[in-house]
């Protein structure tokens, strides 16, 4: 691989810096964006415009069935240790008069910490002092920071729609000690519909616009206590709640009647059983979180996108569609629920039964 050099455009890094990266060379990697850093490449667009572009990247292969899961880890390793050895690489323009102290941080649960890392380092290069918290930080933890270190500003990131509910309660908790909140990544929809919806002060689609938003200034208006039920009234139904609380049960009683409805389950291997478990767990995360924000929108998103994991690795949606069949008739005194089930349904094509493993993959 020759040195990048400042004629290079950012789809062509892009594509250089995914042959390093899928190829599992790091040092390649390090020594493309080292080159094109001393080339005079700014250093923001290296990080969103190349870097964050071939991580995406990564997870549209994976999802398409064209590399492992194996080999999606590899590579958002590497892309890792890329942003970070960007981020100390020398020389380097100098760095704006700080702005102030903001936390950034991913809420309880979300192990997804590279879209924070990024906004984390596209702050700092604007001038912000920035405590990037990283992955899965509890919202105890959260609070005890923001006591100690009075930031301006809280920015809270969360990639999978699951984590919504956690993030309700980061935000309300930071917002009570009358700091603002920003919120960003896809678990908050591609027009930030869930983050007006917990209340959130802000939302970004990206880190630039948040960086935009940031130094425009934020300001809090909800200093006071409140509950989660205060913003989503329809939470007093109890859906959410009892679905959540009996995951395990539906899991277990899926299972059973699965066992009866599909013929191939009886013959299935302990690793087999275990996979379909988990694929009906995460059909009840989905539902419990559509059923937390009252949006079917949420849980067919995730089933039309189940359907085409599977239709990648040439598994028929029959699976799909009985437990999700199952799972409805678990939850027959749960008319929200029973609605959503449905609705998600019918947006599956008709298919024979097969007999692969896992009901979702």
């Known amino acids: 691989m020759t040195d990048a050099t400042n004629h290079d455009t950012a789809p062509e890094l892009s594509e250089r810096l995914w042959a390093a990266v899928i190829g599992r060379d790091e040092p390649a990697a390090m020594r493309l964006v080292a080159a094109a850093a001393d080339a005079g490449a700014d250093r923001e667009s290296l990080l969103l415009d190349v870097v964050a572009g071939v991580q995406h990247r990564i997870g549209v292969e994976w999802a398409a069935d064209r590399i492992s899961v194996a080999e999606e880890h590899a590579a958002t390793a590497i892309t890792d240790r890329v942003i970070a050895a960007l981020a100390h690489h020398r020389p380097a323009p100098p760095l704006p008069q700080s702005r102030g102290r903001i936390t950034v941080a991913c809420v309880d649960g979300e192990w997804h910490s590279l879209p924070a890392r990024l906004l984390a380092e596209v702050l700092t290069r604007r001038g912000w002092r920035v ?5 899965h930080t509890p919202t105890p933890h959260l609070i005890a920071h923001v006591h100690q270190t009075n930031p301006a500003a809280v920015l809270l990131s969360a990639s999978l729609p699951t984590h919504l509910p956690t993030a ?3 935000v309300t908790a930071v917002q009570s000690l009358g700091m603002p909140v920003m919120v960003g990544g896809a678990a908050f929809g591609v027009d930030g519909r869930y983050a007006r919806l917990l209340r959130a002060d ?15 200034g934020l300001t809090s208006h909800r200093a006071v206590q409140r509950h989660q039920i205060d913003d989503l009234p329809h939470l007093g139904d109890q859906e959410y709640t009892l679905v959540k609380t009996r995951r395990t049960t539906l899991v277990r009683q899926c299972l ?3 066992d009866e409805r599909l013929p ?3 013959s299935y291997s302990a690793a087999q059983r275990e996979r379909t478990a988990e694929d009906l767990a995460h059909i009840v995360d989905f539902l419990a979180t559509a059923l ?5 929108a949420l849980f067919t998103s995730f089933v039309t996108w ?13 699976g799909l569609r009985m437990g999700l069949d199952v799972l409805a008739g678990q939850l027959h005194d749960f008319p929200r629920a029973r609605t959503f089930l449905d609705i998600a349904a019918d947006t599956l094509p008709m298919a024979p039964a097969h007999s692969g493993p896992g009901v979702t993959a």
């Open 131 to 135: 405590d990037f918290l990283g992955a």
């Open 306 to 318: 189940t359907a085409d994991i599977l239709a990648a690795r040439h598994v028929p949606v029959a």
């Open 202 to 216: 802000a939302w970004a689609p990206d880190a630039r616009s948040a960086a935009d938003l940031l130094a425009r």
């Open 292 to 296: 937390y924000v009252d949006d079917v």
């Open 256 to 258: 059973a009647g699965l």
């Open 168 to 170: 309700h309660q980061a």
């Open 264 to 266: 191939a389950m009886p």
